[in-house]
T-cell receptor
Framework: AQSVTQLGSHVSVSEGALVLLRCNYS??????LFWYVQYPNQGLQLLLK??????LVKGINGFEAEFKKSETSFHLTKPSAHMSDAAEYFC????????????????FGQGTILTVHP | KAGVTQTPRYLIKTRGQQVTLSCSPI?????VSWYQQTPGQGLQFLFE???????NKGNFPGRFSGRQFSNSRSEMNVSTLELGDSALYLC??????????????FGPGTRLTVL
């Protein structure tokens, strides 16, 4: 079964500091990886996704993530945190089933709550 | 283009009752997936529908069911509600569901409270 592990349920940074949210996925061929953000009382918004091609993926709001197959990791980073980045972040995987197709099922990590201090 | 809409946004029920939640996908999207979000279990996949057919199902009891209509709108039903069913239920739509680049767009969710 697929699994996604997010290291650290809470991450706290100062405004202007580097944001690093860690995600490890279970090996799958091919792995389709996503980062979502959730603000209070809202649904999930896609930040970025990796499907194939370039391993460094750029997303919205200045976020980016690097796919590292050798480490089965897909960590999310942002060079400089803003107060508006405070939210919960979810890493998710959509992998292929035995038939080689991937249906509409995302497996999510447990989430990381990002707090940004002034 | 309008996003995914879910109704109602909030719902309070008592144990033993049943509930129906509705989801309208983005226009043109044919795949609808449902997820349950709780503080303890996180985000868990319930089921996915494509062209009125359930294509994938998560590990939930039979009390949880769903359906999709010809216009791609979807409903999920929970019968004989239990306290543990209190959760945020999220609906997501995508063009086809299949394929890694078919990203899912999420609605705002329905907050269900079971008393």
């Amino acid at each position: 079964a697929q699994s996604v592990t997010q290291l650290g349920s809470h991450v706290s940074v100062s405004e202007g500091a580097l944001v690093l949210l860690r995600c490890n996925y279970s090996s799958s061929v091919p792995p389709y990886l996503f980062w979502y953000v959730q603000y209070p009382n809202q649904g999930l918004q896609l930040l970025l996704k990796y499907t194939t091609g370039a391993t460094l993926v750029k997303g919205i709001n200045g976020f980016e993530a690097e796919f590292k197959k050798s480490e089965t990791s897909f960590h999310l980073t942002k060079p400089s945190a803003h107060m508006s980045d405070a939210a919960e972040y979810f890493c998710a995987q959509k992998g292929a089933n035995a038939g080689g197709t991937s249906y509409g099922k995302l497996t999510f990590g447990q989430g990381t709550i990002l707090t940004v201090h002034p | 283009k309008a996003g995914v809409t879910q109704t109602p946004r909030y719902l309070i029920k008592t144990r033993g009752q049943q509930v129906t939640l509705s989801c309208s996908p983005i226009s043109g999207h044919r795949s609808v997936s449902w997820y349950q979000q709780t503080p303890g279990q996180g985000l868990q996949f319930l089921f996915e529908y494509f062209s009125e057919t359930q294509r994938n199902k998560g590990n939930f009891p039979g009390r949880f069911s769903g359906r999709q209509f010809s216009n791609s709108r979807s409903e999920m039903n929970v019968s004989t509600l239990e306290l543990g069913d209190s959760a945020l239920y999220l609906c997501a739509s995508s063009l086809y569901g299949q394929g890694g680049d078919n990203e899912q767009f999420f609605g705002p969710g329905t907050r269900l409270t079971v008393l």
